[in-house]
């Protein structure tokens, strides 16, 4: 029952980042046309050429390329702990990756949250 139960979860957490990745597929299908005087087309779409922009471009894709190795990391654990056979080593390793991918999406998350909240709210840096 717990295998099954851990099974039903991670097929949740894997919809849950396939929908609120910073990056949708419709995008990555259809890109919309760069402005040449503002931005640079590369491969990860068009980035800004101005500071601000650049940095939250870079910062969405950071978070998503963070988002997707923690997904694999949360797979590999989930992994771990249904082959374990009771094996308390590899239930232990499967159980701290799974914890450490979720620490790091929540620190890369609140990261960001706490940039903006001292940036913006509290500095009110112009253009931030």
């Known amino acids: ?11 949740f957490w894997i919809l849950v980042f396939m929908v609120f990745s910073p990056i949708s597929a419709h995008a990555a299908i259809h890109p919309p046309p760069c402005d040449a005087a503002k931005e640079v087309k590369t491969d990860f779409g068009c980035i800004k050429t101005d500071p601000v922009g650049f940095v939250s471009d870079f910062y969405a894709i950071g978070l998503s390329f963070i988002s997707g190795v923690s997904l694999l990391v949360i797979i590999y654990g989930a992994y771990l702990i249904l082959t374990s056979q009771g094996n308390p080593d590899q239930l232990k390793s499967g159980k701290q990756a799974i914890y450490y991918a979720i620490a790091g999406i929540l620190l890369a998350v609140f990261g960001f949250v706490f940039i903006q909240l001292v940036g913006q709210d509290i500095l009110k840096i112009p253009g931030f």
């Open 1 to 11: 029952m717990k295998s099954l139960w851990l099974g039903f979860s991670t097929c």
